[in-house]
């Protein structure tokens, strides 16, 4: 049976403060090049790259939720666990968040849409049950990790640990796989919500919180060895990421997929991928952090990476507010299609350095700080 006090490192991680700010950045990525396209018409060369290109920022989700398991391990697997202290403190400190959020969005979008009193309540149960809009699908199945963290927790103590990652990975495909050749064709109307709408289920993801659970249990084992192969890793990342754009092309052309379909995050290549570009993260984090404990970085830089973190949930929580400002000024805007994506970079920055702002306000101002995941109930 595995130690009771597996491998935890002793000292703060700043390299996982960084992982943070790199996730972040890149799944506010992929929600700005979506707006960015969605104002572009689909027959231009502009639309049809940022579709191909689409795949290539498929890991933001999945390494925000490899991050999520590596940091619950890390803090949790070694010491005592207290089950209900466990779920209360977690619980409660994003779900006050996402309520309140959820209420801001769908009031403000009842509001542009002239909605009945009616109308309203019965969308913001909807949303508030199911976290189906305004990008809550993390927030929904993170709750489920948090409720399921002891079981993993248990599994991790009970059994040999290459061989859960082992298992869990052969799960990941299965399902992957069952995602993306066998659901197309498949009336799903009638099954339950959970499975039906899949991107919100945690076994959708299990494989990188149970991975982020490994690295945090053997840490100082794992992390040598993907510095030694960094450069190998940042080969890979180039490679994997030029043949996602192949695999978008295969899944419209061949197997004849929608474009949703084709650019799918839930595609067994995406996992590898998904794999290979947080190891090489990780590689950059753990750079980052030897640069900060030698003084090699301005104190500016590393504060900004410092608060990023902290204030990474709630930048996710509060993007939509900056997206549907950058929606609402396509809108109203008539600029080529090859301009438009010439400025996905600027745009990108401007619409990152603003989610900070905002995310940062909240954070410093008390009676708000809980918009950005910072619960006064938490403890």
Known sequence: MPSE??????????????????????????????????????????????????????????????????????????????IWRFWRKRFFGIIWAYLLWILIYTSIQAAIQNATAAEFWQTLTKNWLYGDDFYMYYVIVTLQFYLVFPALRWLFKRFKHDRLVAVSLAVQLITLTVIKYVIPNVDTSHWLWWFREYGYNFLTYQFYFVLGGYVAIHYHQVMPKLMLYRRQLTVAVGVLGALTIAVFGINRSILDRTIDQAQNVHQPFVLFYAVVVIAWAMTIGMRYAQARETNALPKWVVSAVAFGSKISFGMYLSQTVILTALSALLSRISVDSGLLLATVPVSLLVVFGLTYLLSGVLYRTPKLSVLAGKSPWRS
Request: charge should be positive.
């Open 5 to 82: 006090n597996a491998e935890k490192p002793k000292k703060y991680l700043y390299e996982v403060d960084l992982l943070r700010v790199l996730f972040i950045f890149s799944v506010i990525a992929t929600h700005v090049t979506t707006k960015i396209n969605e104002a572009i018409p689909n027959d231009t060369f502009a639309s049809q790259y940022l579709f191909a290109t689409h795949m290539t920022l498929h890991f933001s989700r999945l390494g925000f939720m490899f991050v999520s398991g590596l940091v619950i391990f890390l803090n949790y697997y070694a010491k005592k666990l207290e």
